[in-house]
């Protein structure tokens, strides 16, 4: 079995340093919509995949139940949080240079860069029922996620 997947909710933890303090989100995927997916569903498929023969050869493509892209999903999450969440779009070009700057390594700022270019494109704007057909339950939603981690985006954690 090879999944493919197209975002993760989690990747939204990034964000949570920006909303705490009111800042916007920075948006490099524009408003392509993703079908953004829950890791526990990713987990929860690896665990059917790997104790069952059925899946031997087999590639499916994980997805959540909706197309969101980064301004949907900050429009959940203002709508969870009760207060105020943006965006800002950053330019490719431009967030190639800060994550060099922050001293990321090349490769994988290439590699960010080439996945959100490929998200702009409308490339990762694929759904399919591959969760619900192999969990027998729909995908969980980008809101129950969420709803799961709202503290990380109202308080300052603890390390």
Known sequence: MVPQVSAFASNTLYWAPAIRSGNPVRNLTGNS??????????????VEALTSSAHAGQTYTLTG??????????ARLQQLLGSPVT???????????????AGMDSSA?????T???????????????DVARLLKRPATSFEAWALDHLDAFTGPRST
């Open 115 to 129: 996945g959100s270019r490929w998200a702009r494109a409308g490339r990762s704007a694929v759904l399919t029922d």
């Open 109 to 113: 700022v290439d590699a960010i860069i």
């Open 65 to 74: 139940p909706d197309p969101l892209a980064v301004p949907d999903q900050a």
């Open 33 to 46: 919509g993703q079908g953004v997916i829950d890791p526990r569903d990713v987990a929860a498929v690896a």
């Open 87 to 101: 965006t800002v779009d950053v330019p490719l070009d431009v967030a190639r240079d800060e994550m060099l700057a």
